[in-house]
């Protein structure tokens, strides 16, 4: 078994590629260009739009998994956002087809899916994003809905939730909560939360996707937290001091709204809009994992390992904020 991975200096995608060399799985990498923190020999070095550097990915190689994507915290359609994590995602489906592969796991979001009702629970079984302005969920879902009505191989796909953890290089996300909880420049936290996943969860689910031969549709996630709540366990865990203060659910309704008309004007996500905004206060608090944990036999990290681990791996690397 060789292993085809994209997404591998992205956080996830990194962190795999760590647990695939720990385990002496034999798999090659997809890199936009070369990294200084990768010192593995067998890559590739191409986009995901460039023909020859997927053929080059995926040949000789039995297992396909697909990390690689653009996150867009954002409304609005995006087409650049639609042709990476669709029309590529599946250009890179049909390219492992015809080489032959029999496996293909694929990296969707918990965002794919639409909200249920709060007193539902949230599973496997909620409905694929419709919404084409709402162009990360929309292009994730897309690519679901593809996968869906392919048989040439198995296909697996993973819903994380919010990832953290160890190993994020460029601190994305929720990480950068974190870092500046440490930097001592986080005046206040927002209102609402979300549920949280340890990085090392979603790779060992991906991982034992793989090893079993699982095929299907598996959420991962952890446990709801509201920002204040997970901000607050940060700083007990790792005897730090971090903020009290809360920015509530109506200064953060009527910063948005205040920022809605620069959304249409800026290009890339503002830290605090109406994306952000809804996802945060309107987090599911029972998004449910357990087809994931029962047949991947999958056994969640405790959150204060999580954090402390966090916590020494950003004392120990320089990063980037």
Not at 42 to 59: P, R, S
Not at 139 to 159: D, F, G, H
Request: hydrophobic share 40%; net charge positive.
């Amino acid at each position: 078994m060789k292993i085809a991975l994209t997404g591998a200096t992205g956080h996830l995608g990194y962190v795999l590629h760590q647990q695939l060399l720990a385990q002496n799985i034999d798999h090659r990498i997809l890199m936009r260009h070369k990294e200084d923190f990768i010192t593995y020999d067998d890559f590739v070095i191409g986009a995901l739009g460039e023909q020859k550097a997927i053929e080059n990915l995926v040949k000789d190689c039995s297992v396909v998994v697909h990390v690689a994507g653009i996150v867009w915290p954002k409304k609005g359609k995006n087409n650049t956002v639609q042709q990476v994590n669709y029309e590529y995602s599946k250009h890179l489906y049909e390219t492992a087809k015809r080489a032959g592969a029999k496996h293909f796991v694929y990296i969707s979001s918990i965002h794919s899916m639409i909200v249920p009702p709060l007193e539902k629970v949230f599973d496997e079984t909620a409905a694929l994003e419709q919404n084409p302005k709402l162009s990360y969920n929309y292009s994730k879902a897309c690519m679901e809905r593809y996968l869906a009505k392919q048989n040439e191989m198995k296909i697996t796909v993973i819903n994380p939730t919010a990832v953290i953890g160890t190993g994020d290089t460029y601190v994305n996300g929720m990480n950068q909560l974190f870092v500046r909880a440490m930097q001592n420049k986080l005046p206040m936290v927002t209102a609402g939360g979300y549920n949280i996943v340890d990085v090392r969860m979603v790779t060992e689910a991906i991982l034992q996707s793989v090893l079993k031969g699982k095929t299907g549709k598996y959420i991962l996630g952890d446990q709801y937290h509201t920002m204040m709540d997970i901000t607050q366990q940060f700083g007990v865990v790792n005897g730090i001091k971090v903020t009290q203060k809360v920015l509530g659910k109506r200064s953060m309704k009527a910063l948005a709204a205040l920022v809605r008309p620069l959304e249409l004007i800026v290009k890339k996500p503002m830290p605090i809009n109406s994306y952000a905004v809804e996802t945060l206060l309107e987090g599911h608090p029972n998004i449910s994992s357990e087809k994931a944990k029962s047949e991947l036999d999958l056994t969640p990290i405790p959150m204060e390992k999580t954090l402390r681990d966090l916590f020494v791996w950003f004392k120990e690397k320089k990063l980037i904020v």
